[in-house]
């Protein structure tokens, strides 16, 4: 009986994270194009070495953009092997 519902849970979670994408989607449609970045900011590191609070205190100002709080939606879609 657990399997089961850890297994559907599991399914489930899978579901959520491969339809984010899609779902953004069409509100790129919507929603004005920024166009390219002219300096982009590119934050990697480790977990847990401080890279939220980094993209927290650069989200703070008007002139910063980001994908997401993290990118693994994009990775996932893009580049996560099938």
Known sequence: ???????????????????????ARPLSR???????????????????SGTSLLLQALLASSDVRSVQSEGHILWDEFHHPR
């Open 1 to 23: 009986m657990k399997t089961n519902r850890a297994w559907r849970i599991r399914r489930l979670v899978w579901r959520v994270r491969r339809s984010g994408p899609r779902i």
């Open 30 to 48: 919507v929603l004005p194009d920024p166009g390219p970045p002219e300096k982009p900011i590119l934050v990697v590191g480790c977990p847990r």
